[in-house]
């Protein structure tokens, strides 16, 4: 590199909001320029970028671009006036499409589908009315057939050295040059799979759908997901413009004795809502991951959490599943939907007795039962009815950590959870621990994904503090969500990682997916 060129960088770096007016000053700098960069580029601060990167300021397709930082050129206008623009905004999304996986595929989907039909009415746009009439004004033009026939030619013959070239011709006859056969799937496995025959016998599949989801149809029967979707479709046992969930869902609903279900509403609160039931005022939302993470333009930090507001404010209670957790927590949450509809056995707190539980044991019944599962606790009770622990409640030390220091004579209730609808069952649990324990003050936090603290007002508790959202990283690699603590800006750094970057530019370099919940509430009861 030049004497000349590293002073220009220099300079930016050093003075990178004066860097042009002090380099204009300077003898050496402007002869370097009058020598080395073309005439035709007029403003300084391209001719300094020329000086040092030798990168012109006309593209390809002979249109001026446009310099507006030293970082480097930027298109010479958007998508709908620069090909250049156009094109690599094309490429990035072509880029991206084929990182998805057929799950992600088929959800995208989905929600195209869902979009178009809310909108427009139709499953496809090109089906709308508007879309129809401009069908038609252009073949009725036949000079505009003709020139884009021509276009379509000459592409074709510039690209593959034929006008008339055929992807699908090439791709069968590579096949039948390698293999012998069209295509290459009627050698897979999968064709030779005996199991295809219950997916073909329409009966035969209609006794596993939609008592199982696609994925566990797929794993069971050692089939391609891709492919039950296909013969689900075929049978008629899916809307295509339904997601599996809803259809899961609905299913698991009706074997309850639920048949008001509505899917879709935006009349309720303004905003979508996946499933409302009227009759329990109960929504459920369903939210993929790869749809609600923060990169995706209208997911802000606070959208799930406004969704929880809104539907509070009309007295409906919002229940939000994040796809990681009904993937690997399905149970808890068909018992909780069940428990909220008042359709799980009933068991009076006076019939049972309060015992002792072990860390192990209390593990044990939080991991099955609760949805944040088991978290470490001091203190751990549990009612017992006939020789069945049925209510868990834990309790734990002042934690600094989660909340303030609010002194030694405060304690944390943890978890509380049922395995059936144990009536009066917190009150017991929460007086045996005061009585043992005399705590001047209790404080808990509950989950806007699933509760209102309801139960918090029954036993008491002041409502202290509505919590904003919080986030979480989703790792795609193993299909795992982490609580934001573990990559804190310090542990990075402390495993080798850049800290002149933020937490976030970090794990957005890693691949992982920043969530945003629906916000807690911190509950307190003086005693």
């Avoid at 620069?82 to 499409?97: I, P, Q, T």
């Avoid at 923060?294 to 959208?303: A, L």
Wanted: glycine share 4%; net charge positive.
């Amino acid at each position: 590199m030049h004497i000349i060129q590293q002073f220009i960088l220099d300079t930016y770096k050093e003075k990178p909001k004066h860097f042009t007016q002090i380099l204009k000053r300077n003898k050496d700098v402007l002869e370097y320029i009058k020598l080395n960069v073309p005439a035709t580029i007029n403003t300084f601060l391209e001719q300094l970028y020329y000086a040092v990167y030798r990168e012109s300021n006309i593209c390809k397709n002979s249109n001026i671009k446009q310099l507006k930082t030293f970082v480097g050129y930027t298109f010479c206008g958007k998508t709908a006036v620069c090909r250049c623009a156009k094109e690599s905004v094309s490429k990035n999304v072509s880029n991206s499409k084929q990182q998805y996986t057929d799950k992600e595929k088929e959800y995208i989907n989905e929600k195209r589908v869902a979009t178009t039909i809310l909108k427009y009415g139709v499953t496809n746009n090109g089906q709308t009315e508007i879309a129809k009439n401009r069908h038609n004004t252009f073949y009725a033009d036949e000079t505009k057939v003709a020139d884009i026939t021509r276009q379509i030619k000459e592409t074709k013959l510039k690209n593959h050295g034929n006008e008339n070239f055929n992807n699908r011709e090439k791709c069968e006859n590579t096949c039948i040059e390698k293999y012998g056969v069209k295509n290459t799937w009627s050698l897979t496995e999968e064709k030779q799979n005996p199991n295809l025959e219950l997916l073909r016998d329409k009966d035969k599949l209609s006794k596993l759908f939609p008592r199982l989801s696609v994925t566990e149809i797929a794993d069971t029967h050692h089939l391609h997901a891709q492919t039950v979707y296909y013969y689900l479709s075929k049978h008629g046992f899916r809307e295509p413009y339904k997601s599996t969930f809803e259809i899961e869902i609905a299913y698991f609903l009706n074997s309850l004795g639920i048949v008001n279900i509505h899917t879709n509403k935006r009349t309720i609160i303004g905003k979508e809502l996946d499933i409302f039931l009227p009759d329990h005022n109960l929504a459920i939302e369903y939210n993929g991951i790869y749809w609600h993470h923060d990169k995706i333009p209208h997911i802000t930090k606070s959208y799930h959490r406004d969704k929880f507001i809104s539907c509070e404010e009309k007295g409906i209670e919002l229940f939000t599943i994040f796809s990681d957790s009904w993937e690997n927590k399905k149970e808890i949450w068909k018992n909780k939907i069940k428990a909220k509809l008042g359709l799980s056995e009933k068991v009076y707190a006076r019939n049972t007795s309060v015992i002792t539980l072990t860390p192990a044991r209390t593990r044990l019944i939080l991991d099955n039962n609760h949805i944040q599962g088991y978290c470490t606790s001091q203190y751990c009770y549990g009612l017992k009815y006939n020789d069945e622990i049925v209510a868990v409640m834990t309790f734990s030390n002042n934690r600094v950590g989660v909340g303030k220091d609010r002194g030694k004579d405060t304690y944390e209730l943890v978890r509380y959870v049922t395995s059936k609808q144990v009536v009066g069952g917190a009150s017991k649990l929460l007086s045996h621990f005061v009585k043992n324990h005399a705590p001047k003050q209790i404080v808990s936090y509950s989950d806007n994904k699933y509760s209102v603290g309801n139960l918090y007002k029954v036993l008491g508790f002041e409502l202290e503090k509505d919590n904003n959202a919080g986030y979480g990283y989703y790792d795609p690699s193993l299909k795992k969500m982490n609580h934001r603590y573990k990559f804190a800006k310090h542990r990075l750094v402390a495993e080798g990682f850049d800290r002149t970057k933020t937490e976030f530019e970090i794990m957005d370099e890693r691949r992982f997916l920043r969530i945003w919940d629906c916000g807690t509430r911190t509950w307190v009861l003086t005693i």
